[in-house]
């Protein structure tokens, strides 16, 4: 959702740029404006990420009293409740939302400030950035995507999370991951959506092994690739068992071996590989989106993987 605080100017992606004269002073009235005690915004973030108060005591080394005591602290500073307690865990309000962008916002700022400082001592950028991504895209899309900005700039940290697609959109939300790849698109009100390229999929046998026809592999009970790519044929949707190999290589293995088939992106497949394509089908393609939240303020390390993704990722998918 869009973050209305009045103490930091309205940037656009195509606006970024500012001087360090202004960014200093954006930071100076970004702070002075939400003077939140910090400990009581660390209570909430890890009650965010967490969705439980006694999880996050532990994190934090306190007791859930004392945290709870910090969070009420917190809403009576704001005048509204941030969570909704339920059976099933913590839900974010409308304004619990809002000031996790504000710590996102914040945590941005503090970390590229300290990263300047840092670069000047260093001379070269630091900071961290969080991206969660699909098994099919992490290894073989997104980490090449990016080495060459990471090579050039071996003080920034790099935190990958392979996730599932289901998993991903709750990451993102939580605040712990700053951007989350996806095979389709949030159309959620608040959240940027870049197309970085597209992924082929086809139907894959072993070239060694008699393949027994009637069994298609996949990462596990919920992964919908080989549903999605039969419901896109023309014609009766067949009947298959499905056998589970938890990750995208191992799928590649299991066909090369005659466990079953497979559908795969074709981006991860080379002539080497003992496997080859089931003619007859039609190729699924699906978009590769990158995903994060909408705010008035990006630091330079956000931007260069937001300008590296869009400029690289295609190539990789080809």
């Known amino acids: 959702m869009r973050c209305g605080w009045p103490a930091i100017r309205a940037l656009t992606y195509s606006k970024i740029y500012i001087s360090k004269i202004d960014r200093f002073y954006d930071i100076i009235n970004f702070i002075n404006n939400m003077s939140l005690n910090s400990l009581n915004l660390e209570a909430f ?7 439980s108060f006694s999880k996050a005591a532990k994190r934090l080394h306190l007791t859930q009293s004392a ?18 307690r339920r059976p099933s865990g913590l839900v974010l309000t409308d304004a619990g939302e809002r000031l996790l962008r504000y710590c996102q916002i ?52 790099l935190e990958f999370v392979p996730e599932k697609v289901t998993e991903i959109p709750k990451l993102l939300k939580r605040a712990e991951v700053d951007f989350g790849i996806l095979d389709y698109r949030l159309n959620t009100p608040g959240i940027v959506e870049e197309i970085i390229g597209k992924e082929t ?6 070239t060694q092994f008699h393949s027994p026809t009637d ?7 919920d992964d919908p690739a080989t549903e999605k790519f039969f419901r896109h044929q023309k014609g009766r949707f067949p009947k298959y068992r499905r056998s589970y190999l938890g990750d ?5 293995d299991g066909v090369s071996q005659g466990l079953g088939r497979a559908i795969m992106p074709k981006h991860l497949l080379s002539e080497k590989m003992p496997v080859r394509s ?26 260069a993987v937001i300008r590296e993704l869009k400029k690289t990722a295609a190539s990789f998918l080809s």
């Open 67 to 84: 945290l709870s005591q910090r969070i009420q602290k917190l809403e009576d500073e704001m005048g509204r409740a941030v969570f909704i």
């Open 278 to 303: 089931i003619p007859g089908y039609r190729q699924l393609e699906l978009e590769v989106c990158l995903h994060y939240y909408e705010q008035p303020y990006y630091s330079e390390l956000q931007m």
């Open 106 to 157: 914040k945590d941005s700022l503090e970390t590229e400030l300290l990263g300047e400082l840092h670069q000047e001592a260093a001379g070269s950028p630091s900071g961290v950035v969080r991206i969660a991504a699909y098994s099919s895209v992490l290894r073989s899309v997104i980490l090449p995507s990016l080495s060459n900005y990471f090579r050039e700039h071996a003080n920034v940290q």
């Open 201 to 206: 999929y086809v139907a894959i046998e072993s």
């Open 248 to 252: 995208v290589y191992g799928i590649i």
């Open 215 to 221: 069994i298609y592999l996949d990462l596990n009970p």
């Open 45 to 51: 973030k890890a009650a965010s990420q967490t969705q």
